[in-house]
Structure formats: C-alpha cells, structure tokens
C-alpha cells in the first residue's frame, strides 16, 4: 500500500458522516466514483487517508497526486502513483512516457498498466488534486470510472481553483453527465469542532473562550489550526490566541499577493487593516483610489481567493489569517495612518457600526472616541443577541478605563450570556464592589446569584442572599428595592426554598404594581411561574402564568426572561400536545438565540429534544440527540452545571436500554469533575449494580445514596421509580425496597409518581388486588411518558394474570405493546416475560394486522406529514429527530402499508 504524501494532518475531526459514506462505498465492492471538493488545508487528504486506514488487506490502493505545472507532464497522477513499484512492467512503463505514441496507445498502456496492478483484487484509486491535473490524467481517470469490478475511484480538488481552462472542468462536467458521482464537501469546522480539534492535540479539553478565539482567528480551517499548534507553548491554549503566525504559515499565506501589483498590493494592505468587514466606500476613502481601479483591484483580489463578496458593497478576507499575515509585515506608522484615515471617515459618515469605529479608534490611538464606541457597541451588541462581540467591546474600552461601571456591566451579562462563567464572575464582583447607586448594586448581585448557582457554589449563593437582605433593609420602597427583592426570590427558587421564592415575588410585585415597574413585574413573574411548577399542586398555575407572560416579554425584547421561561415550560410538566411542546422548545431556542443566551440556545435545546423524543416513546431519537449535544460540547472547558450537562440524563437512558459499559464510562468521566450534585454518582453506581446483579454494591451504593438524600431538600418520583425498578429486577430485601419507598419520596412528588410506586411495591409483596388498582389508576397519567406508560401496563397484565383474569391481562399487554413499539431495553424485556407467559406471540413477531392500523402512534405522526408532502430532511426538522431515524420511520411505514411510494402514504393515511 502506498502512504499519501504530505497534507494530512494529525487529527480528523468532524468528518465522521463523510468518512462513513465513503467507506459504505468501499464496502460495496461495486464500481463506485467520489469527488471530495474543499479548499486548501480543509482535511481532503486526512479524509481519505482515515478511510485507507480502514480497508481490508488485500484491498489494492493506488494513490497519485498532481503538482502545480502538472499540465505540462502527461500522465503525471498515475506516474506518482505507481512509482517505486517494483511489480510495474518496464516495457509498459517506457510505453506510456513515449511522446511518440499517438494518445489513445498511451491511455489504453495507462489502463492496461493499472488492470495488471489491481487484477480482480478490491482496489481504492485516487486522484488527488485535480485541479493541477494534466489532460491525459483527467482522460484516464474518466476511462477508469467506465470500467466495472470492485474498485472506488476518488478524486479530490480545490473549487475554487477550477477554470473552464483546465481539463478537471470539463471532466467534472462528464462526469456529472455519464455516473452516479457521489460528491463530498468539506466545509470549514465549525466553532464546537475547533474545541475538539484543541481537546484531541493537547489532550484535555479547552477554554470555551480560547476555542472561540481561535475558530475566529482561523476560520474553522484545520491546516491553520493545526500549523498555529506546532508552536504551542508548553499546551497552553490560551496563549495560542494571541501567538504570532509561524513563518512557515505566514509564508504560505503571504505567497498569495507576492506577485501583486503596487497599485493592487497598497489596497490589499488598506484591506487588511480595515478588518474583517470591508466596505468598498471606506476602502476608496482610505486608499484613494478611483472606483474603476477599485473594482478592477477587488475583482482580481476574489479571483485569486484573497478576498470574498461578502454582502451588498462589502467585502472580506476568505481567511482572517491572511489578513493577519498582510498586517503583521506593514509598518506601525502605515498601519496607524491607515486606521486615522478610516476612523476620520466613519466619524464623517455618522452612524457608523461601533465595532468598526472602536478597531480604527484603537489603531489610531484615539482614546475618547474608542471608549465612547465601546459604551455604545456593548449596549447595542446585547440588545441584538450578540454577546461574545459586546464582550469584546466591553473589554476593549476596560483596557482604557478598568472602572467604568457601565462597561464592566456589559463585560459581566455579555460573559455571562455567552457561558464564559469565569469571566462573567470576575466582571461582575468588580461591577458590585465600584457600583455607585443602589441600582447598580441590585443589578450586580442579580447577576451574581444566577452566576453562582451556575458555578455550583451554595454558600456564595447564602453570602450574596444576605448582601441583598442587608441593601433591602437599607432601601426605601421603590424601583431599587423591588429589583433587589427579584434578586432574592431567584436565589431561594434556584436553592429550592420555594416557599421563600414566592414570598419575595409578592413583595416585588406588589412595589412593581405602586411605583409602575414593568421589567421588575415581568422578572417578579418569571421567577414566581418557574417556582409554582416545581409542585405538582401549583404547576398548572405556574404553566399558566409563565404561558401568559412569554408574549408580553418578547414584545418588550426580554428575550432572556422569555426564553427563561419558555425553558421552563419545555422542561416541566409537559404539555398535552406534541405538536404544542416541539412548537415551545423551537420558540425557546430562537428567543435564547436573539438574546445570545448561549447555554439555553445550545446546551439546553438538545435536552429539549430529548424530552421531545421520549414523549413521542423514541429511545432511540432521545439518546441521539443527547449524543450529539454531548459530542459537540466535548472538546470545550466548562464549569459548574454546564460541565458534561448531558452526562446524567445520558446515563440514565442508557440504563434503560442496557448499554452498561457505556454507563460505566460516564460514570467515570462524571467522577472526574468537581461540584457534582451530591446524590448523583450514588444513584447511578446504585442503578449500575442493580442492572449488573452485584447485590453488595447495591446494598453499599444505596446507603451512600441515602445519605446524601438526607440533605436534598427534594425528590424526584421519576427518579424513584426508575431506582426501585432496578432495585426489583436485582431482588433487593423487601425490607430494603420499603426503606427505598419511604426514602425516595416526599409530600412534594407527583401522585401519579407516588401511587407507581406503592403499586410496585405492593406488587412484590403479593398484594396484586392492591397493585392492580394503583396500575389502572395512573395508565392514562398525562405526566407519563408512553414508555412508563407502558411499564404501568404490563404490571396491571401481571396482576391480572395472577388473579387468573387472562382476557383482560392481554388487553394490557397488547396496549403495553403499542406504547413500546419504538422502545427497547428493560422495560421491552418486561412485556416479553408476560406476553410469553400469557401466550401471546413475542411483539416484534410480524404482525397479521396490515394497513394504516399497524402503524404505531408515532408512525402515524409520520404517515400523515409524509401525505402532507414533507422529505426526510423536513420530517427531522419538525419532529426534532435525525434524518436517519425518519428515514426509518419513514421505510417501516411503507412496509406496513403495503405501498412503495410516499404518494401512496397520502392515498391510504391523508388526515384521518
């Protein structure tokens, strides 16, 4: 096998589903034909040498690769790719490089070498940059693509260097014409798979705030990232922000204007300077120059890949880091002129974008102008949901003036906003300690409880509670007071002091109601909604009230109190309709998004759809919107609660499907953290040992687990149930599992919650008439899911079948079959043993039943958006699943219904 040359770098990340499609293509062993486009440095080569990587060894790879000047070298791809071979034919090598021999002698040699090579054998060919490729190469790989045999031909080029002057341009036109071409486009990484990219290089995770510093500095290219990491300082991330370029990069970079004329090279320079954004009037203002030369210079500064359009008149480097590369050879004194000039010409133009005055005011060394635009461009970048740019606004005019309170204001919520929760409690301690006017120091402390509580840091949250206590006492009735009060009532509901909360949230609303405080009624609000849906007793008001609420805050563009409490609609009690609750958590994302609120927009949004899919009894689509979020917060830095967020409701679906080793793992990686909540590594070592048979550590987990229970001031009955089902399935002491009962629950828990669980424990204590009418109780319960749902019917079906009431016991198994049609693990594993024991045919046995009444409840969902005329790509968008899981969905209906295509779904299904 031959090793690719050069190009590759360490590390592939990002390029899994690519790497999949090509390697399915491999496996087939059927004549296959791959183009990989993407621009340099992109990953072309890295992509195909992981997949080479993965072939069986007696798979032929044959790997060639055009220079730049290959045009004037015929044959040169397949030269490079059978050089040094020992088993190649001198005569039929000398054959093809005789200029004498009229074409098609050579192609048929080029072929006839290649067929003796690869024999009957699987092979990978590959063509590698082909936009340098001479004509008889791109004629050969044309040949090789109309031959058959168990061979995957692959080409990789660079688009945006194909000409219609160059032989790839009319044979990826052919190609298009004559083949089934699979294409694959790689394109930049994105902000969460720079992260991880960093993680794989340095070995440990990096700062949320270095990795987004870098993506930008890089563009999301990976060559840059990984040339910038060669010169890593001792895998200090964070240093690397502000590293210079390493000659060798800025080299490569520079190389691209070497050849420029004076005229062009002055604007590139001026281009350079002016920022990412290049407005075509301020770069005619800088330079001087005419607008036909303009043009003619910008045009020939894209063709070359300098620059890109970018918008309507505005322009901007295709890579930040060449802009860096022309900055970094100009001299202090052009630059600084340079910036004079733009500044003096956005001050001019009047309503100028304050980040672009603020950069030049900086270059310039105008002070006052830098930090009045830093003031404004902090306010205006918050108000528009753009929280890392209002950060660095922020910092910018804090360099000049470390104290300005308004300034460290904006420092603080932007950083907070943007989850970079280190920052944001630096920012917002100094904020406190300088604020002038009791205004400022209720906002501060606000802040600083939710960024506490955040952090996990109990005690801060009590120290600021009786900061805020102590300025109350301190404050007249008024504006100060109240929103010191909503300060307090976010504290006692995030530390579970509900009774408390809601106190405090009548004091604040009734100072809102007197003094005409609308933003402290609508914070008052969310705070008093939140804290009535944590009981089951209040939690229709609390919906209600947070429901009311949601429009009256976008309106007035709380967009974080909006999203705040749309949050707490997706992730409570949930509501009757699907349809309602896939509507709440899109409209709590794009609310999140227009606030830059940056742990609800991402982090929250895939427990969302988690949530989603396991009210629609998908396991599958739940742990794989769990997976994804986890995976793309993996390479990341984080703190307190958004540290591995996803990691314990992972566990916990993986538990129910059986997949222990992978609980085990993430076990272990949540130990590694610090500041877990207490009971968590208890209840899943528990639940562990419960699903592994290992009785003595259950028995040794749940006395930990008891013990920390004692200072959790709550319960969770979904909790309980899921512990109490493991602790039976491992046949705990009874006299345990009573201890669990007692232990587990509190007056606070939903009755629905409490009456399961006395039904299953009555169950294993024989009392099956008890159990039974618990069961039936609570199987229509709406706070249940289809899967729990479930588990109720197949223990009524035991009950009944104890009570030797056979008719009625299939009656729940089959109804327990329906809620578990898309569910697996445990719980599947249950209604087998009872369908099994009434006789019953196992439930995944194919079905007598056809039609539309086979269809499961979820199928149905699907059958009717299908009839509606929705893709694949449309069905995952609205039901907030993978394209791949509606595929499936979408197969398995037409199985059912006897029909082949998705018209047909219409005809039998419609909106019945």
Partial sequence: ????????????????????????????????????????????????????????????????????????????????????????????????????????????????????????????????????????????????????????????????????????????????????????????????????????????????????????????????????????????????????????LADVLRRQIDDLDPDSHRIVEAAAVLGQRIPFDLLADVTGAGEDELIAALRDLVTRGVLVESGEDEFAFRHALVREAIGDQMLGRQRRRLHEAALDALLGSGGSDPALVAHHARGAGRYEDLIAAARRGTELYLSIGSAYQALQLAEMGLDEVPDDTDLLAGAARAAWLASL???????????????????????????????????????????????????????????????????????????????????????????????????????????????????????????????????????????????????????????????????????????????????????????????????????????????????????????????????????????????????????????????????????????????RYDLAGAEAALDRLFTELAGQPWRSGEQAHDLISAALELGLPMHRLDEMGVKLLDAEVWDAYRTLIEAQLAEAHGRHAEALAGYLSIAEAHIFGPATRGTVRVGAARCLLAGGRHAEAVAQAEAAATLLAEWRGWRVAKLAQVRAQLGMAPADAASAVTGPAALTPREREVAVLVSDGLTNTELARRLYISPKTAAVHVSSILRKLGVSSRTEVGDLVGRR
């Fill in 1 to 248: 096998m031959r090793t690719i040359r050069g190009g590759a770098g360490p590390v592939m990340i990002g390029r899994d589903g690519e790497l999949r499609r090509l390697a399915q293509l491999a496996a087939s062993r059927e004549p296959a034909v791959a183009l990989i486009a993407g621009e340099p440095g992109i990953g072309k080569t890295r992509l195909v040498q992981e997949l080479l990587g993965t072939l069986p060894a007696e798979t032929v790879v044959l790997v060639g690769q055009a220079e730049p000047g290959s045009l004037s070298r015929p044959y040169e791809v397949l030269l490079d790719a059978i050089d040094g071979r020992p088993e190649v034919d001198e005569e039929q090598l000398a054959a093809l490089a005789d200029a004498r021999r009229n074409p098609v002698e050579r192609l048929h040699t080029g072929l006839s070498l290649l067929a003796d090579l690869i024999g009957d054998s699987p092979a990978i060919l590959v063509f590698e940059d082909l936009h340098w490729a001479d004509s008889e190469s791109a004629a050969l790989f044309e040949r090789i693509a109309d031959q058959r045999g168990p061979r995957l031909l692959i080409g990789t080029y660079r688009p945006d260097e194909v000409t219609h002057r160059q032989p790839v341009a009319g044979l990826l036109a052919r190609m298009e014409r004559r083949h089934t071409v699979t294409h694959v486009r790689l394109d930049r990484l994105n902000p969460a798979q720079t992260a991880a990219l960093l993680a794989a290089a340095t070995g440990g995770p990096a700062p949320m705030r270095a990795a987004t510093a870098l993506h930008h500095r890089t563009g999301g290219n990976p060559f840059f990232l990984e040339e910038l990491l060669r010169a890593l300082p001792a895998n200090d991330v964070e240093a690397l922000v502000d590293q210079p370029l390493p000659w060798s």
């Fill in 421 to 691: 929760l280190d920052d944001a409690l630096r920012y917002a301690r100094r904020w406190r300690d300088l604020a002038g006017t009791s205004t400022e120091r209720a906002e501060s402390l606000y802040l600083l409880v939710r960024i506490a509580w955040e952090i996990r840091e109990p005690d801060e949250m009590r120290a600021l509670t009786q900061d805020i206590e102590s300025l109350i006492a301190q404050l007249p009735p008024g504006a100060d007071q109240a929103r010191a009060m909503t300060a307090i009532a976010q504290s006692s509901y995030l530390r579970d002091e509900l009774d408390a909360a809601l106190l405090w949230c009548d004091r604040a609303l009734e100072l809102a109601e007197e003094f005409d405080l609308p933003g402290v009624r609508l914070t008052a609000l969310v705070e008093k909604g939140s804290t009535l849906t944590e009981r089951p007793h209040t939690a229709a008001e609390g919906r209600e009230l947070l429901s009311a609420l949601v429009d009256e805050a976008e309106k007035a563009g709380e967009w974080v109190l909006a999203a705040r409490a749309l949050n707490n609609l997706v992730h409570g009690e949930p509501p009757a309709s699907p349809i309602e609750h896939a509507e709440l958590l899109e409209r709590m994302r794009v609310d999140a998004e227009r606030a830059g609120f940056e742990s609800l927009a991402v982090a929250t949004y895939f427990q969302g759809r988690a949530r989603l899919a396991l009210r629609a009894g998908d396991l599958n689509g739940a742990i794989e919107a769990l997976e994804e979020g986890r995976a793309q917060d993996s390479g990341y830095q984080r703190r307190g609660r958004w540290a591995d967020y996803h990691g314990v409701f992972l566990a916990g679906l993986y538990l129910e499907v059986g997949e222990l080793d992978r609980v085990e793992k993430l076990i272990t990686d949540l130990k590694a953290l610090p500041d877990n909540p207490p009971v968590t590594i208890p209840g899943l070592v528990f639940h562990l040992a419960c699903r």
